[in-house]
């Protein structure tokens, strides 16, 4: 049915065959579910690839019976010819490590790539090897380009090679961009404290991500040494024009999606709520997939599930003059599988929004 | 942003207006919330009306903050000369009982309307009023139509007043027509077993309904006395030509959405798993929401949720020689809102899977 | 502190060296954790021993940070000799297989078992054989004892091994035994349509297992061949005294602890929801932890969290005179470990409800 | 059962009655249930009284089933003359406001006092007035000690009325105590970000505790403006000897129980995590229900649940010299019923342990 189906549910002639061949690496895990799920209702992409070293061999819709009657596909062992020959571009959905060693290849013979990994996200490759390890394609670093639209629209639109943000760093910059860039804030005291659903620990089947070890709890992770503390110091570094080191911590949240980021810093002018919520307003006044709420609300994470969306509630805590930033996303959404499509549409000079109009699925 | 930009995301040109204004009537229930996400993107449909007597005044966004951005309509208090004026078609989401007040005017000044209700239901007003109250407009229900399109397609579209069907009947009835129809079952054992999500029992505040009332837990309620019995009967009575009388047990799951239905029932001829999943595969073949599972596979809720779509897996026990049929739905879609939806469209004679394209979302 | 305080938090002098030393054999399990809960609070009872193949080596306070400060033990590698030193009853936690390939040993050197795999619960090697795999210690089956001191107290106070039975069955056993025994019903006709939380499946990381694969979801699973089914059939069939075969659905259902299970049958008299109510409260009146709910009630898995209690809840379908019984248990308690310290308490010639008096965790 | 049975199972003569009369007012709210719990297992004491406006005349097994078979009072109406005659002590769980109109009688006519709402929390008037509403008896409030034995064990012995604390409070406090008595942080950079389950919104029907409005979502509430933020000030205040503000946060998580409170702090002096972990270890040795975990673990709400106990977790930042400290509650229990129950026992010169050892229901 997909494929002789457009988004919108009218039949669509097969001979105007779409534009884009994009290829899923790793289609099996949470994120590459997710962009299954996008790819199959683009009207611009046919899903040309799909591999699965897990389950290589059988159907999507028989690894996945969500997918029954939506797509044909068959898994496929990993192969770079494979990719290279049918793919425009590929999404990689490889752990970090993995996806360094095969993307230069790809790109070499002219595959876009968006990444989904950590690997190509850093302009340095001396934080990447002090967080992760050596890094097999250094050269490259200098052609990838950290796909966050709302700060790095212009080079994603020239780009080959996408390093897409990790999913905390997403939610954690567009909560924080607008103040560093309007100098409003301290650069010494930011605190960014995140609460992630269960998905942002992916697929493998580990102790703790049990549905008994972590439903009816929540706790913090990793305090002082998550990797994605460098990603988001990289970025608001860049924007301050100067080095900025973050607190960050994350949390797990008895859920299955969304990340909600609570954000603190100090202001360096009078601000209150109103002035605050004004800010942001205006920063993002032109973005389709940021969205200001009123001054007094605050995003729930249930509010941007299964879209691009991210919301932001902002105050001034009148009694200590603290900001507070609060941003909800969707973690395998704008926090990876839809932001690596938005990017792919920039890539591909689309409007940005195509095939990602979702509302929200709530409740 | 919504009224601009088809479902693709593509944008439309605004004179072309889209041909079907529809209203909903009860817009801020979790049923109402479904449809105005479904309707919002639906490409033939623009909402001219959205009614809710505790929010009137407000904008929808302001009390549903995952639709910023993507509806700019208010939310007004209903009156019957508002539907009548500015709908082709309304869907009524109001309580049974209230339903059947407004509904008769509706119809008779040309509104169409699709009643997610049980007053419209039944044909016979007698078991209405033996298992609600009784009925305001008895001289109405020859001319409603059971809203299940796998049954009544053909009356559907001749139609102008749906009773759409109960969530626990749309489940029960799909895994059973086929048995039922193909006289492969005895009619006097059925048994009926389903586990339904927490947004079945609506969004009234509730004591029952309070999360730390339901969560980690599940119980079973209205034992052999819930109301979606005599609607299930009424339905396989007149499959079968001869009265059906089930024994239906619904119970509480902890999760927001979902029905799983377990049927058991006795085969009248020699079936294996194999055959039965044959007789259910060739039944449904031609259905663009059924899916019916290789033998020995079983559906979960998870795998339809937000779609239009109903799974089904079929096994003959082989130590009791017992027939089990499982069937999941989506509560708020195939058992409300979104086969609401594909009733209108059979209505307007479109194609009925149109807006109905989502893929479920999973995890 | 655990050491000198008492389950009412009273010192108690270190001399008085409780009676009865116990190990627990895979103590890292559910079923492990669940009983060190137990047993460091049973008055009688003192840990000698708790193994743990994984986590050897460590303090069980490390590993298990719920009981830090009230544990004071260290894991230890399973070894049959510190089994039979250290331990006059061991709780065996080992898979079914590696059960049975210790447990004769202990025995053989006097060391009393509470065996939770399935190894012992079979009277019959060959339906063992049928269901799981060859016997490796077939001789010692006469000699154990099914530990349900609902139907075999007398018995369970003379073994020195019990096969503690699966959480399933006792669920549907402490459902049906009264109607069977009291042949009110068909034996033709059982139906168990059971729903079990997450830890039914044990702490190994399997996918299936992981929180975003369970979550918001329920399904249905080994339906006709799960292997508790032959369990429940050997205790039906010896209380009517004729074989019985009943039709067994287990299901999933997004929560840590409970067993919901709905038994429909045929009855054999004339019953209403009073009567059957009578026969159970009747039936149970003297049983400890076997509660009947007034007629019209039925009973909710919280109830009986973190509990040795079963409630039960009856009915008569009035329209299609079926009999619907409702049981609740925690399946980790009452299926598993505090039903086990239950028959400890029994074999050791103590008042069974020796450490379980606790009241359910409610919400 | 429950009369004649103590908390470890063994039958107690009925002649020795227990010391202490005790009545719950308010006994059907989630904090009464839990009261229930525990004091129904207490050694020395008996229940004598327990109140519910909306329950009242019903027996309480009626109303909470999992009481069925432990407790066979019937539920009352409030009198002040009831509460007087036969209440040696009064745990009142009205709402704030309600508490403070009866309270003064009761204490007046000698029944002790723990208040678990926030009437008797304050020492001035003025802030309370600031919060809540003109206060009713603020003659009372130099009597009324802030209930935190923690923290004021002394006064507590020798009080007749308690202002529970609460449950926020709790947790931050224990956090930030032993930091600020050490004068190891700077007292203008307090930030505290809490976690809650959904309980502590209490047991009224609101929309906003739906289960499917809380569920599979976080989102921060009342950010700036939470109540208990006084409270924390006022007892960090008085610890430093100077007014302390603090920056609060409270977030809502969909699980039942837990608070995790992640702390921000600036250190005074050189620490790492190793010797703030000794900082925190020293500070608490001798406290019977706060445990400090090893350096580099954080703990789960789940590792508490159930239980009087804290769990503390601590680290610096290395890359940013932040203080980071993380605390773990069970809202109803060390957040509220089991913290009140501990007071009782201090009131009584009992050891504050008893009735209070249960270890936590993992998982």
Partial sequence: MADGVRADGRSIQRDSDPMIKAGIVGATGYTGIELLRILLRHPDVRITLATSEKFAGKKVAEVLPSLSGACDLSLENLSDSQVIKNCMVAFCCLPHKEAMTHIPTWIRKGTKVVDLSADFRFRSPAIYEEWYQKHAAPDLLPESVYGLPELHRDEIKKSTLIGNPGCYPTGALLGLIPLVREKAISLEDIIIDSKSG?????RSPELESLYSEVNESVHAYKVGCHRH??????????????????????????MDRGILSTIYAKGLRKLDSKSLTRLFSEFYKKEPFVKVLPAGQFPK?????????????VAVDPRSDRIVVVS???????????????????????????????????P
Wanted: charged share 15%; aromatic share 2%; hydrophobic share 40%.
């Fill in 229 to 254: 503390t460098p990603e988001i110091e990289q970025e608001l570094s860049e924007v301050a024009g100067q080095k900025v080191t973050v607190t960050f911590t994350p949390h797990l949240v008895p």
């Fill in 301 to 313: 994470t249930k509010e941007v599930r299964g879209t691009n969306n991210c919301l932001i509630g």
């Fill in 198 to 202: 269960v998905t942002g620990a992916g």
């Fill in 328 to 362: 909800a996303i969707d973690n395998l959404m704008k926090g990876a599988a839809s932001q690596a499509v938005q990017n792919m549409n920039l890539m591909y000079g689309l409007d940005e929004r195509l095939g990602l109009n979702q509302l929200p699925l709530v």
